[in-house]
Nanobody
Framework: QVQLVESGGGLVQAGGSLRLSCAASGRTFSTYAMGWFRQAPGKEREFVATITWSGFTTDYADSVKGRFTISRDNAKKMVYLQMNSLKPEDTAIYYC??????????????WGQGTQVTVSS
């Protein structure tokens, strides 16, 4: 069992940066791949980034590649999403998830409650 709590969201101007954090509890955290997903109003939840349990392999949605960076610290049971050059279209609730590596929501077994990111133009 893994519990996830996101933080770090907020309001930022276009071009700015935010760093999202995801704190995990549970002894098996380091065995899970971790992902970030987002859901904008009226839209389906979509993949943003994922990282393997070791942290050696990552994958990003094309829309964020080159601007966002996912990382993890297994000793601290933390996952991060550094978001740079933010755009208004990045506005969404961002969710942290634990499960199997990949882009598909169904691969992830555990989800946090989400943190709101709003990018103003």
């Amino acid at each position: 069992q893994v519990q996830l709590v996101e933080s770090g969201g907020g309001l930022v101007q276009a071009g700015g940066s935010l760093r999202l954090s995801c704190a995990a509890s549970g002894r098996t955290f380091s065995t899970y791949a971790m992902g970030w997903f987002r859901q904008a109003p009226g839209k389906e939840r979509e993949f943003v980034a994922t990282i393997t349990w070791s942290g050696f392999t990552t994958d990003y949605a094309d829309s964020v590649k080159g601007r966002f960076t996912i990382s993890r610290d297994n000793a601290k049971k933390m996952v991060y999403l550094q978001m740079n050059s933010l755009k208004p279209e990045d506005t969404a609730i961002y969710y942290c998830a634990a499960g199997n590596y990949g882009r598909i929501l169904l691969k992830y077994d555990y989800w946090g409650q989400g943190t709101q990111v709003t990018v103003s133009s």
